[in-house]
């Protein structure tokens, strides 16, 4: 399969990349990928190491057993937590380190809008960041769908990067799914 890619944005925007991976299996067991490309934007500060969750940990799973992975790489200075929002309810967030990779392997099919916050001095009791916290969320949604055959993987980059297309919006931190 060919890699289809969006054509990027111009300007000195920072943006976050987001991509798009169908796995599909050949008869003769090899694999093809096929990558199509988007991003948005956000800003960086700083992290600290003190009582945080560990990398790639799940907060809140509600939704596993599919086939569907997503992969965040953050290579931001401060933490992040990635949510996934099927219809109005939460279904999973995971906790990405800051200048670390982490992966959601078990995605049920579905249509999910996918929210992010970052910051430091997570609190687990209040599901938040407590210290220099930013809410956002991607205007796109994320589709997974499984056949036989195939599997979605999506991959999510939060560190800024020129020219991306994916858009986000700031979200009221009462409005965030906690």
């Known amino acids: 399969m060919k890699n289809k890619l969006l054509a990027p944005r111009t300007g000195l925007i920072a ?25 948005a934007t956000t800003a960086s500060t700083a992290t600290t190491a003190a009582a945080r969750p560990r990398n790639g940990a799940i907060l809140f799973d509600r939704i596993s057993g599919g086939r569907g992975v997503l992969k965040i790489k953050n290579g931001l200075r401060t933490d992040g937590v990635v949510i996934l929002v ?10 990405v380190r800051a200048k670390s990779t982490a992966s959601i392997k078990d995605v049920r099919d579905g249509t999910y809008r996918l929210y992010f916050t970052t910051g430091y ?24 769908y499984t056949t036989a055959t195939a599997s979605r993987i999506y991959t999510l980059t939060l ?8 858009g986000t919006q700031h979200v009221n931190p009462k409005d965030f799914p906690a």
């Open 86 to 95: 099927r219809g109005k309810t939460k279904a999973i967030s995971i906790y």
């Open 159 to 166: 560190h800024p990067v020129r020219g991306g297309n994916a």
């Open 121 to 144: 001095a997570y609190s687990k009791s209040r599901h938040r960041f407590t210290r220099a916290a930013t809410y956002q969320r991607f205007n796109d949604r994320l589709r997974y």
């Open 15 to 39: 943006a976050f990349a987001m991509a798009a991976t169908l796995v599909t299996a050949s008869p003769s067991g090899a694999t093809t990928v096929s990558t199509t490309t988007t991003s």
